[in-house]
């Protein structure tokens, strides 16, 4: 256990459709990155929080929203899914704004149908 | 943005010295170069990270040029548990003070026993 939570650990869902992909950070990380990850594209990074606030954007599709919590716990929005969307969402935390030790969930498994 | 270039598979003997090398002839004065790995049906993890001096810790030593256009990772002793993929990563500053983030392919390491 990395200490990052991701729920759910798998959804299948229909095209069309909208999800929510959550995070909880480890205990004391105020960052928290997405990324995705297709057999095709390999590691996308989509978005970076840092205690609540946008930080970074990377390949985030405008369907694509997330946020951060006060809670520091981040949710990844996902709407108007197509079957191009279908892939490992990975959730990472860290301490600080850095680059130090990013500690990365199991991710969740999405499939689009 | 400045990208990162790797092999995209190599192989080693197990016990022996491996060196994951990676081109970022476009790297600017302040990006930091990462090296994550992923091992089969996990999410990334964190390995090493450096700036322009050569890094050694517990998993690793990253070894950089001196003009910073590559850098190799080194794992001194390869184990069958080191077998994944390696990703080559630049943290790159972008404008209004956010970082972008930017994966290579990544190297499929395969070690034989």
């Known amino acids: 256990d990395s200490g990052v939570t991701q729920t759910p650990k798998h959804l299948i869902t229909a095209t069309g459709q909208r999800v929510t992909l959550r995070c909880s950070p480890r205990?004391?990380?105020?960052?928290v990155y997405w990324y995705q990850q297709s057999l095709d594209q390999g590691l996308q990074f989509l978005i970076q929080?840092?205690?609540?606030?946008?930080?970074a954007k990377g390949n985030i599709l405008e369907r694509f929203s997330a946020q951060q919590f006060p809670d520091l716990h981040s949710e990844l929005n996902l709407s108007s899914l197509e079957l191009g969307d279908s892939a490992l969402y990975f959730c990472?935390?860290?301490?600080?704004?850095?680059?130090?030790?990013?500690?990365f969930g199991s991710g969740t498994r999405l499939t689009v149908v | 943005d400045a990208k990162t270039t790797q092999p995209n598979s190599m192989e080693s003997n197990e016990e022996e010295p491996v060196h994951l090398p990676c081109n970022h002839s476009?790297?600017?004065?302040?990006?930091?170069i990462h090296w994550y790995r992923q091992l089969p049906s996990q999410g990334p993890e964190y390995v090493i990270h450096?700036?322009?001096s050569n890094v050694n810790n517990r998993m690793a030593s990253l070894a950089i040029a001196e003009d910073r256009k590559s850098s190799t990772l080194i794992l001194h002793r390869a184990t069958l548990r080191d077998a994944a993929v390696y990703y080559c990563?630049?943290?790159?500053?972008?404008?209004?003070?956010?970082?972008?983030?930017?994966f290579g392919t990544g190297t499929r390491l395969k070690v034989l026993a």
């Open positions: 990472a935390s860290s301490v600080v704004d850095s680059h130090y030790g990013y500690t």
């Open positions: 205990s004391g990380d105020l960052s």
């Open positions: 929080y840092y205690n609540g606030e946008e930080r």
């Open positions: 476009t790297i600017s004065g302040t990006d930091y």
């Open positions: 450096g700036l322009t």
């Open positions: 990563i630049l943290r790159s500053t972008g404008t209004s003070g956010t970082y972008k983030y930017i």
